[in-house]
């Protein structure tokens, strides 16, 4: 008992001694430290930057090594406002599309938010060079990772540069995570892989890579969406398609999504709206799908005929599937190949020939003399008189259509599946459907064979 209380009895100043070398023993040995740690966490929380300290990576593949010195090469480039090109200067995005399409021929989106949408995450330990790295402070910002901590991305002060995950700074501050391209990926965004495909519309689309996009293009030098449908499904497999995307929508046969096979034509409404009303409006956008949840589209966001996952942001719009398999002429038809030829030659009164243009009934005139060495009459009505008289029901593509003008009769040929190619004041010679176009449908007067 007398020895209990003198231990309770101590002198404060031996307490005080006591607690400081408590202290002094919990600040050396910091257990906190081993409490709750997550190796896979994606925090930069690191100080001293131990995550990135020791690495080996051994031999590097040689695409890695590609993609790892494409970048280099491109240090001090200086930054520009959605740049692409070392020419004019890089935006972050556009930095990493460059080098890995001109490293090892991927075709990343150059938007940095559908360049975080691919890929698997990767966890800070598990970083490797080639990696895409991202940063979200105002805007979201990618990356190459170099290994060892350092990536390079492009800034607004110093284009592009090599910068540190290690410590505290801007970049490991607003670090969010990282992304690896798997297999399947890699190979999807690879123009590559599409030669020799089996669907002809899927390895005739490559062609057009690159390609300007033009809203209401009609050349080869820029289009839009719905001219490259036409274009690629008229020159690989002999279906020839409106215009417009909202016709080209009308036309085919319409698959459920879980049965959509390589060159299926995907539509999509209204893609410019609000998010609430995306997917209620008018068929605004269409792609060819081309397997693994990708498609080739000529995209506005991308400036360019492009390959391009159907993300979060296509699939909200979604509207349907078209397969025009079926539609093929499959090359037996002289007059209608030799028609197409002549898409979008300028309309001109009283013309007869594609280099000064085409009036209706010239348009037909010259088609029929090219194809079948045919000479019809040079004006609608002497052609309406000198046919065979064929009914609406009978109709075969070949035979040439008359609708009510103002005065005389206008010509166009039948293409089969309701459409006809005419010479057009407002479009030049296009397409257009006969049952879906209220216009023509209520002029029709009736249809000829020529033989």
């Given amino acids: 008992m007398a020895s209990n209380r003198k231990k309770q009895n101590q002198h404060p100043i031996t307490m005080l001694f006591t607690s400081a070398l408590f202290i002094v023993l919990i600040l050396m040995f910091r257990p906190w430290e ?17 995550v990135f300290t020791g690495k080996e990576y051994g031999d590097l593949e040689p695409d890695i090594e590609a993609i790892l010195s494409e970048a280099l090469s491109l240090e001090n480039t200086p930054f520009l406002t959605d740049g692409t090109n070392p020419d004019e200067g890089f935006n972050s995005s556009g930095f990493v599309q460059y080098v890995y399409q001109e490293s090892i021929g991927i075709r990343l989106p150059r938007i940095a938010g559908h360049q975080f949408d691919l890929g698997e995450s990767i966890s800070l330990d598990e970083l490797y060079p080639g990696d895409m790295v991202f940063f979200k402070a105002n805007t979201l910002m990618s990356g190459i990772y ?19 995950l290690k410590g505290s700074n801007f970049w490991a501050d607003n670090y969010i995570g990282a992304k690896r391209l798997t297999e399947e990926e890699a190979k999807s965004l690879h123009p590559s892989t599409y030669e020799d495909h089996e669907h002809p519309a899927v390895e005739h689309a490559m062609q057009y890579l690159d390609t300007p996009y033009v809203f209401g293009g ?5 289009f839009d969406c719905s001219f490259l449908i036409q274009q690629v499904f008229r020159e690989s497999s002999d279906v020839y398609l409106p215009r417009v995307t909202v016709d080209q929508h009308k036309l085919g046969e319409e698959i459920d999504l879980e049965n959509i096979q390589p060159g299926d034509v995907l539509f999509f409404s ?13 068929v605004t956008h269409a792609g060819i799908y081309v ?18 996952y159907i993300n979060e942001y296509w699939s909200d719009a979604f509207t349907s599937v078209q397969r025009y398999d079926a539609l093929s002429l499959h090359d037996e038809e002289p007059v209608v190949q030799e028609a197409a030829r002549h898409l979008t030659t300028p309309f001109k009164s009283g013309g007869s020939s594609p280099e000064e243009g085409f009036n209706t009934s010239g348009f037909v005139s010259y088609v029929y003399q090219e194809s079948l060495g045919i000479q019809l009459p040079n004006t609608a009505n002497d052609q309406w008189d000198s046919g065979t008289e064929i009914e609406l029901d009978e109709l075969q593509p070949g035979d040439v259509l008359f609708f009510d003008g103002s005065g005389s009769y206008l010509s166009a040929i039948y293409i089969g599946h309701d459409q006809f190619m005419i010479a057009s004041e407002s479009s030049g010679v296009t397409t257009r459907h006969l049952e879906n176009s209220e216009f023509f449908s209520d002029i029709y007067a009736g249809a000829r064979r020529y033989e």
């Fill in 291 to 308: 397997g693994n949840d990708f498609m080739i589209h000529a995209s506005r966001t991308e400036a360019m005929t492009q390959i391009s």
């Fill in 34 to 50: 081993f409490i709750g740690t997550d190796e896979s966490s994606q925090s930069l929380d690191n100080g001293s930057g131990t």
């Fill in 270 to 282: 209204a893609i410019d709206l609000e998010e609430e009303n995306r997917g209620n409006g008018e």
């Fill in 146 to 164: 170099l290994g060892h901590g350092e990536f390079m991305t492009v800034s607004e002060t110093n284009g592009v540069e090599t910068l540190s």
């Fill in 218 to 222: 009609n050349t080869l030098d820029g």
